[in-house]
């Protein structure tokens, strides 16, 4: 069973930085894919980015050019570090990963994050 942590949501200001971090346990890492999701407030939960195995990585529209997906295999960890954030970035931030697309998705709990104006 895999299991997700995600850390580092909080409140920002406008245009501001916050780096939030996903460590995962019981996966084998080389072999799966990491990616992060956001609902905001009232909406749907939406891709922010994702990579894979291979490095390929994905964003999300509205993001895409500020975030930046990252991961670091010996700690079996993703990152995402957000730049630029503004109000519509707020909302709380998902922690997910799986083998295969069409497979299970791992979930993490969610860690909240505020952007001020």
């Known amino acids: 069973q895999v299991q997700l942590v995600e850390s580092g949501g909080g409140l920002v200001q406008t245009g501001g930085s916050l780096r939030l971090s996903c460590v995962a346990s019981?996966?084998?890492?080389?072999?799966?894919?990491m990616a992060w999701y956001r609902q905001p407030p009232g909406k749907q939960r939406e891709l922010v980015a994702l990579?894979?195995?291979?490095?390929?990585?994905k964003y999300g529209e509205s993001v895409r050019g500020r975030f930046t997906i990252s991961r670091e295999n010996k700690k079996e960890t993703a990152y995402l570090q957000m730049n630029t954030v503004s109000p519509e970035d707020t909302g709380v931030y998902y922690c997910?990963?799986?083998?295969?697309?069409?497979?299970?998705?791992?979930w993490g709990k969610g860690t909240l994050v505020t952007v001020s104006s």
């Open positions: 997910s990963a799986y083998y295969q697309a069409g497979g299970k998705h791992f």
């Open positions: 019981g996966a084998i890492f080389n072999l799966i894919t």
């Open positions: 990579m894979s195995p291979g490095d390929t990585l």
